[in-house]
């Protein structure tokens, strides 16, 4: 007699769902979010970034403050005559 397939039969093989990257960063950056304290920043969130001019315009938005700080690192340190003249327009 030729065995055939019993659908309900249990299976010894269970395949867990796919989890993308994607999904797997998602669910690491929910659990960080979690554990941290709600009031907290992190130092890069306060700290100018030294990248490309449009990453630190990104940063700084519509934020005064935040323009004189990026000002203050800009003229320390790269000196791009086109980023400074932004953010002293943004400073004032």
Avoid: F
Wanted: no cysteine; proline share 8%.
């Amino acid at each position: 007699m030729p065995t055939s397939h019993n659908p309900y039969a249990p299976h010894s093989k269970v395949s867990e769902p796919a989890v993308t990257v994607e999904e797997s960063k998602n669910e690491e950056s929910l659990k960080e979010s979690a554990t941290a304290p709600e009031n907290a920043t992190s130092a890069s969130e306060n700290t100018v970034p030294d990248g490309p001019a449009a990453e630190v315009l990104e940063w700084v938005g519509e934020d005064k403050d935040r323009a004189k700080q990026a000002l203050e690192a800009e003229e320390a340190g790269q000196q791009r005559v086109g980023l400074t003249k932004k953010l002293k327009e943004l400073a004032e």
